[in-house]
């Protein structure tokens, strides 16, 4: 189903491509050489999932972030918030969807994307934007 619905998507925006990894984030975000231009964070709430919100995970997004990266989630848990924050995102608590009474809205700042370059390097030819977690088909 998530080919079907990703080829519809990507067959549908000229230029936009999509790649998939499947596994623990924690595993596949430091091996992908990319990256990101937005990110779509669905990985349940942190209590439930905490292995999704750690600081390593989070660490890891940023770092493969661009300057200016756009981020949003269903969750919109102080801890989420505050370590979203500490990695050099500017995050906004808006109202959510549905039942959802809030969300989360960020983006990378340009200031501390500048510090972790070194870090991780950047591409600036290719575009991306990445989803954790199942997503809404």
């Known amino acids: 189903v998530a080919e079907i619905v990703l080829g519809i998507v990507v067959g549908a925006i000229p230029g936009l491509t999509a790649t998939i990894h499947l596994g623990d984030a924690r595993e596949t975000l430091p091996v992908?050489?990319?990256q990101a231009d937005a990110w779509f964070l669905d990985g349940f709430a942190p209590a439930r999932n905490p292995a999704m919100w750690s600081d390593e995970v989070l660490r890891q997004i940023a770092v493969?972030?661009?300057p200016g990266t756009t981020l949003s989630t269903f969750s919109a848990?102080?801890?989420v918030r505050d370590a979203l924050?500490?990695?050099g995102f500017t995050v906004r608590k808006i109202p959510g969807f549905g039942r959802k009474r809030d969300m989360i809205s960020a983006h990378r700042d340009q200031r501390a994307h500048r510090c972790l370059i070194a870090i991780g390097g950047?591409?600036?030819t290719n575009r991306a934007a990445i989803q954790i977690g199942?997503?809404?088909l």
């Open 134 to 136: 199942p997503g809404i």
């Open 32 to 34: 992908w050489r990319g």
């Open 77 to 79: 848990a102080a801890p």
């Open 122 to 124: 950047c591409d600036q």
């Open 85 to 87: 924050t500490a990695h």
């Open 64 to 66: 493969l972030s661009r």
